[in-house]
């Protein structure tokens, strides 16, 4: 008697110690490594994440270009099994030129099951009235991604679309100024008052606009000889 007591004490303190509140876990957990600062601004960052989760096949559900939240979802199907994997990015602005980005992903599997109601006679010829056949999906558990692999792949996907934006981005940029910076008077021109040092800045910055990859500038300045 005395040592079933003393085995029970014992389980009581185990099963007691293993259960531990699940609100503690919040900060026992490894070192995060589903963030990631980038160098750009949220502008970019947001175009890039956005072209990064579409490439991936996700279907974007939820999107705020202020907040700088996406949402998005991709299923799977695995015979009766439907697994659904959802993406949450959320962007907080640091400085102007810096912006961290937070990724979190959370898988879902649920499970297909058919129930027939048919009424047979003899095993063999269905009755009327027996109801057919009803189909439920029953969840069967959702787990959060912690894989490292998963976010170091989807932030090297992002990082390769800011390089494409920021390119394009500074491309764009690149051609409007150097198109202001070209334009002369047209009625200067056509008078014959542009003078020799308007002429050679704006053959410079046509130089200058040809030499920047992707930009096209139109400068054709030419004085009116014909006076």
Known sequence: MRSSIIISLICLFTFTGCATPVYREVFNEKESYNSREFSVPANILYQATSRAVCAKNFIIEKEDVDKG???AKRSFQRGKRSIVLVVQAKMDTSCNDKTMLYLSALQTTEMYYVSDHTRFFLFIVPLPGGGGK???QVKEGEKVIDDKEFYKNFFAEIQREVSIVSANAMNEAAAVNLQAAVQVPAQEVAAGNADTTVLEAASQAKGA?????SVKVSV???PDISK
């Open 69 to 71: 939240f996406i949402l």
């Open 134 to 136: 009803n189909a439920s």
């Open 209 to 213: 606009a040809e030499a920047v990859p």
């Open 220 to 222: 054709d300045v030419k």
